[in-house]
């Protein structure tokens, strides 16, 4: 069974009506909603939910255009940055399904909910039109106040819908995406420089492995710090090697590992990567889980 | 949805017919098949199924009674040890279910195997009536051949059928247990009593690990030996903690892991210890997994 999964963010962290109103709409749906959560000072909300392809384009049509009913960007106020009452809708391939299968639906759907919403769409990641647009920051830069003059500049014609600012609704970014891992290393010292050191020396931009984003910070209420990662492609950069660099970069500053987090979900196959190298079994796959016995086909 | 796996092992091994008729039989019921094999030495096969409990209980006694059509143990001969035709009926309780509820399955079905098909009928390991019978080890004793004579013991009243042999299909053996976690340590070395010496230090008859049963053996192909471990509990002796023993012990003798081989199936839960050890996930849990929720309700 093919499974898709999509995770819309959308700019409206306050009211708590308005995850009632995603779940009513999400509900009409045959798909399995996983989270829906809200963040007040960032002022946004996400939903997680999968299912086969269809039913996932379908459901997201449907909750991203209730939600441009329900929110004026106009008004918008949030520490999150942000350029559209849908923000952004990843679609993640997951079961049965390859990345080119999650791009073809991710641009029908931002194609049709351009035409249809009448909102200028951008592609990005794995659905991105050219290497420019490939980075959310790139066409989010200058955010929901800055699109107008965006809109006007020949590097940024949209990828769909109309070439000028619904003031509304802002603009939206649709992507295919790979499954991302929230892991965060917290550490034994409560020096917050050894942290942002050590992400640094891990993350992509300092240097280090290409699939990691990290930062450094202090986790106050526990006294300690953390390096909060995010992992953006598990085969190539794999738990282990992430959480081995770190041990290795703290270990020169005297400083042990106290635990880590993972923060929502992980797939599976992220899973064998740790058991093939931990127990060092080489063909580990996850043919050799029961459990794997018990999906639907 | 309740999940229970059954894992029967019958006394042929030789005549490919044998499992084709399994197969035959089981193809008959809604329950998924992981695995049937058989071994011509051992002489011996095996069937690996699972579904719904009622399913798998139906499923076993159809198999198992097709099995008895098909054996005669007055011919048989083999390495393994055995003692019936249907040798051993195992039920191991998945998903959704005790072991409390796996036991009570295992008894009715012994108690309705033995009735039907008239066959003294043993319960073993969380199914057994007294301590005395837990270890299949010590039910088996004697084999087919000394059947006769242990069930004129007064020690050896049968839990279920007849008190008196059944010459053309023996005895049978009905347990619940948990999933049995096969896994095995190459080592960096040739000498097979480093192996051996290393075995014996992580089992439990040898004063260690309470859940492991381990062998020291040479691999003729690879030039290397090999620690063969049964973790028979993960919960309580998880995988990591016997890996980790056998490091330590290798230390002494200054021989490094080459790598393991996982043989057969692991429960998730298994591969949730590993990543709470390894990566220092205090809480982690399969709920984290995104397959889980894939997985029918």
């Known amino acids: 069974m093919k499974t898709l999964q999509c995770v819309p963010n959308f700019s409206e962290g306050r009211d708590p009506n308005f995850l009632r109103e995603l779940q009513t709409v999400l509900a009409r749906h045959p798909v399995k909603v996983l989270d829906l959560s809200m963040n007040k000072d960032h002022n946004r909300a996400d939903a997680t939910f999968l299912g086969a392809p269809e039913a996932v384009e379908t459901a997201a049509m449907a909750v991203a255009s209730r939600a441009l009913e329900l929110i004026d960007m106009r008004t918008h106020k949030g520490s999150h940055p942000r350029m559209g009452a849908v923000d952004v809708v990843p679609f993640v391939p997951m079961r049965g399904m390859t990345m080119a299968e999650a791009v073809e639906i991710a641009r029908r759907f931002g194609r049709a909910f351009a035409k249809t919403q009448g909102i200028p769409v951008f592609f990005y990641e794995e659905a991105c039109t050219s290497e420019a647009r490939r980075s959310l920051a790139d066409i989010r830069k200058g955010e929901y106040e800055g699109m107008p003059r965006k809109l006007q500049d020949p590097a940024w014609i949209v990828d769909a819908g109309p070439q000028q600012l619904n003031a509304r609704s802002g603009v939206t970014a649709v992507s295919a995406r790979m499954p991302l891992i929230a892991f965060n290393v917290n550490l034994h010292t409560d020096d917050v ?37 995010n992992l953006l492609n598990y085969h190539k950069t794999p738990i282990h090697r992430a959480l081995e660099l770190i041990k290795a970069e703290a270990a020169r500053y005297g400083v042990l590992v106290k ?11 992220a899973l064998e990567e740790v058991a093939s190298y931990y127990l060092q079994i080489p063909g580990f796959n996850s043919r050799q889980v029961i459990e794997y016995h018990l999906l639907p086909d």
């Open 259 to 269: 635990e880590c987090e993972l923060v929502g979900m992980i797939p599976i196959e």
């Open 193 to 229: 420089e050894v942290a942002k050191k050590i992400a640094n020396a891990v993350r992509h931009v300092g240097g280090g492995l290409r699939f990691v984003r990290a930062i450094g910070l202090r986790l106050e209420d526990k006294g300690i710090v953390q390096v909060s990662m």
